[in-house]
């Protein structure tokens, strides 16, 4: 069933969609407290409009989206939290394969997923095999990533490169920390789009944001719906992008 009426699509130009949409998906345990409900609620209700985002994006022709699921940071949270997250990743997997598989949705993730439970990483990798032959739009969860250590780790791949004589100094550029790094299949995003009205990146894809537009709404994350990507989709499309000139 579609997502989007011929009407709704009018107005988008679909020749110049972003291909590579980055998301923060914040708000939802602010949505929680404001409608009464637990944390965890949030949480999953959070999960559903992941996967009604990924319908939208595949049907409006983003190639594309990365999605902020579970930050380096996230480890400070109550460990009920914490445990409660990483359960809904598990229900999110087991419920969504069938899914993703036919609706043509390759799964990838990016971070370091070592940190989870035994069970959670056999079920990312379970589902990554599933979904390899997958073509109409890659979903990117960051789990367990933050920028920061992503490019730690990419500079430590860079270090051993060296050390080894497989990569001379003077060889060291960006062209080589962008292929160190977690993201080198992909295109930089073209626009990130971040829900609840903040503005901050959060330690999310420092690099690769560099010269992507960036699109704040001040809603909430549970609520953001097909519609609100139409909006953000039409604002990038208004904008003149420019690398530095």
Known sequence: MAVFTEKE????????V????????????????????????????????????????????????????FSTENWNRPKWEVNALIEIFHKFLREKKQEMIDEGVQLHTIGDISAFPDSLINLIHEVKEATKEGTSIDLILALNYGARDEIRRATLKALDLIESGALKREEFTEDVITELLDTSKWPDPDVLIRTSGEKRLSNFLLWQLSYSEVYITDTLWPEFGPQDLIKAILDFQKRKRRWGT
Not at 9 to 16: A, G, R, S, T, Y
Request: glycine share 6%.
């Open 18 to 69: 972003p291909r590579h949409v980055a998301f923060i998906m914040d708000g939802n345990r602010r949505w929680a407290k404001r409608n009464l409900f637990s944390i965890p609620a949030g949480h999953s209700q959070g999960v559903e409009t992941l996967n009604n985002m990924v319908r939208a994006c595949k049907e409006v022709g983003v190639q594309v989206m990365t999605c902020y699921a």
């Open 9 to 16: 699509l009018k107005p988008v130009n679909l020749k110049q």
